[in-house]
């Protein structure tokens, strides 16, 4: 299998409201710079190709704008997010939180959920942690690892 193509970070607003009007989609939900978040990206892709008949879309909560949007985007919709709750996944029918799930992928775990709401997948996705899954983890990684790097060497003071 070829990867599927990427799945880009959309405006709240006008993701929800394209979302909205769709009989049933996924709404993920993450914030920048959060591995976790980052992750959700790569998995959500990976749900998008393997159940093309269900609209994906995902944003990032990324300022104090995006936040203050909850109230008239998000709340009248049933779909409650804070700070200590994502990533998170909302699966909408008519434009209405139908069911939620907290934490991201991998896909194969996201997967399983939809599959006891939706019923399984059109395509099968390959393995419990795909290729591109594992990129996205392979690069936090090695960000991760540089992170300790610089820390450690600011521990030590100049030489």
């Known amino acids: 299998m070829s990867d599927p193509p990427p799945l880009s970070s959309e405006p709240l607003r006008p993701l929800v409201e394209r979302l909205a009007g769709e009989p049933r989609a996924l709404l993920g939900l993450g914030i ?6 980052e992750l959700l990206a790569a998995s959500l892709a990976e ?7 269900t609209p994906v879309g995902y944003a990032l ?9 909850r109230e008239e985007v998000l709340w009248p919709r049933d779909i409650q997010v804070s700070r200590s709750s994502v990533p998170s996944l909302c699966l909408m029918r008519e434009g ?3 069911a939620r799930r907290l934490g991201g992928g991998p896909a194969a775990a996201i997967d399983a959920w939809l599959c006891e709401l939706l019923g399984p997948a059109e395509r099968e996705l390959a393995g419990e942690v795909t290729e591109r ?3 996205a983890l392979s690069r ?3 960000r991760s690892a540089q992170h300790v790097s610089v ?6 003071g100049p030489g």
Do not use: M, Q, V
């Open 61 to 69: 909560l990324a300022g104090p704008e995006d936040w203050a949007l």
């Open 47 to 53: 749900i998008a190709w393997a159940r093309p008949s």
């Open 140 to 142: 936090h990684a090695a």
């Open 151 to 156: 820390k450690d060497s600011d521990r030590r």
């Open 32 to 37: 920048p710079r959060c591995p976790a978040s």
């Open 96 to 98: 209405h939180a139908a």
């Open 133 to 135: 899954e594992r990129r």
